[in-house]
């Protein structure tokens, strides 16, 4: 009985990509949903809510993860096809995408400071603390979402289609995701859509440059979270009149702008000349 099943779920590898991907996420809910609904309920603070259930919905979702490779593809070390690997490979390119990530926000506000775009303030006495709280935050969500993006639905995805179709897909995918909102949002923030098609471009570009390991998205995706939160969170700038946030960026989003378009089709061009590199070179191998 226990065979005939294994049997029956692995047939749903041989399901298009599309197909799978519902059916991950119908299962997603049934197991998260019992949980979540009750508490969504009972607690008033929406923000406590969010607290208690969106982490168990990733923890749910990381486990599920593990059960899908067994049975459906027979791989039971999923997250290493994905790039979730213990090497010291891994970590090296984990803190470069860090410190590249931090390097372009960074040097992001120079120039609309240079520009005369902002004014830096005097760090808080606190500014420390905000520092080693972005630092957690953005590892935390850099992890979180490569291993959701970059991991699991980039490999659904990549064993049906054209690693071109693959890369746009992904991008937006990703981009639509993190842009569910009210019309009326949609269009007061519309620069950062773009902004985040090309950075889902850049984050895939960055997993086929390092051979399909997952440090170097991870530590980019976290590099910028971190320098926007560490230099905007900590109230290190004050923006002047002088110019539209649709250059500087919506909601003091450095990257939801004109100017963070630039910056990051800079990042995406040097990524991607490097993953074309290595694919070259796999090849010559």
Same mark, same amino acid.
């Given at each position: 009985?226990? &065979?005939?099943?294994?049997?029956?779920?692995?047939?749903?590898?041989?399901?298009?990509? !599309?197909?799978?991907?519902?059916?991950?996420?119908?299962?997603?809910?049934?197991?998260?949903?019992?949980?979540?609904?009750?508490?969504?309920?009972?607690?008033?603070?929406?923000?406590? $809510?969010?607290?208690?259930?969106? !982490?168990?919905?990733?923890?749910?979702?990381?486990?599920?993860?593990?059960?899908?490779?067994?049975?459906?593809?027979?791989?039971?070390?999923?997250?290493?096809?994905?790039?979730?690997?213990?090497?010291?490979?891994?970590?090296? #390119?984990?803190?470069?995408?860090?410190?590249?990530?931090?390097?372009?926000?960074?040097?992001?506000?120079?120039?609309? +400071?240079?520009?005369?775009?902002?004014?830096?303030?005097?760090?808080?006495?606190?500014?420390?603390?905000?520092?080693?709280?972005?630092?957690?935050?953005?590892? $935390?969500? +850099?992890?979180?979402?490569?291993?959701?993006?970059?991991?699991?639905?980039?490999? #659904?995805?990549?064993?049906?289609?054209?690693?071109?179709?693959?890369?746009?897909?992904?991008?937006?995918?990703?981009?639509?995701?993190?842009?569910?909102? !009210?019309?009326? #949002?949609?269009?007061? &923030?519309?620069?950062?859509?773009?902004?985040?098609?090309?950075?889902?471009? &850049?984050?895939?570009?960055?997993?086929?440059?390092?051979?399909?390991?997952?440090?170097? !998205?991870?530590?980019?995706?976290?590099?910028?979270?971190?320098?926007?939160?560490?230099?905007?969170?900590?109230?290190?700038?004050?923006?002047?009149?002088?110019?539209? #946030?649709?250059?500087?960026?919506?909601?003091?989003?450095?990257?939801?702008?004109?100017?963070?378009?630039?910056?990051?089709?800079?990042?995406?061009?040097?990524?991607?000349?490097?993953?074309?590199?290595?694919?070259?070179?796999?090849?010559?191998?």
């Amino acid at each position: 009985m226990i &065979t005939e099943l294994k049997f029956n779920l692995a047939r749903i590898a041989l399901y298009p990509a !599309p197909l799978r991907l519902l059916i991950f996420i119908l299962v997603l809910l049934l197991l998260w949903l019992p949980v979540a609904a009750p508490i969504n309920l009972w607690v008033d603070d929406k923000n406590l $809510a969010n607290i208690l259930t969106l !982490p168990l919905l990733y923890g749910i979702f990381a486990s599920l993860l593990r059960l899908w490779g067994k049975y459906i593809y027979g791989q039971p070390n999923l997250w290493r096809e994905y790039g979730l690997v213990r090497t010291r490979r891994n970590g090296t #390119e984990l803190l470069i995408g860090l410190g590249l990530g931090i390097v372009s926000v960074s040097s992001l506000f120079l120039v609309e +400071g240079w520009m005369g775009w902002l004014w830096w303030r005097q760090p808080p006495v606190f500014f420390w603390r905000f520092v080693v709280e972005g630092l957690i935050v953005a590892l $935390a969500y +850099g992890f979180a979402e490569e291993l959701l993006f970059r991991g699991w639905l980039l490999d #659904e995805l990549q064993r049906d289609y054209h690693p071109r179709v693959v890369l746009w897909a992904d991008a937006l995918i990703f981009a639509t995701l993190h842009f569910i909102k !009210p019309l009326s #949002e949609i269009i007061r &923030t519309l620069p950062q859509f773009p902004a985040l098609v090309l950075l889902g471009l &850049t984050l895939v570009w960055a997993k086929r440059c390092s051979k399909g390991r997952l440090g170097l !998205p991870i530590g980019l995706h976290a590099g910028l979270i971190w320098g926007y939160y560490a230099i905007n969170v900590g109230q290190m700038v004050q923006y002047s009149d002088r110019i539209s #946030e649709w250059v500087t960026g919506v909601d003091r989003n450095p990257l939801a702008g004109g100017m963070g378009i630039l910056f990051l089709g800079a990042i995406a061009l040097g990524v991607r000349r490097f993953s074309q590199m290595s694919v070259q070179a796999a090849g010559n191998e």
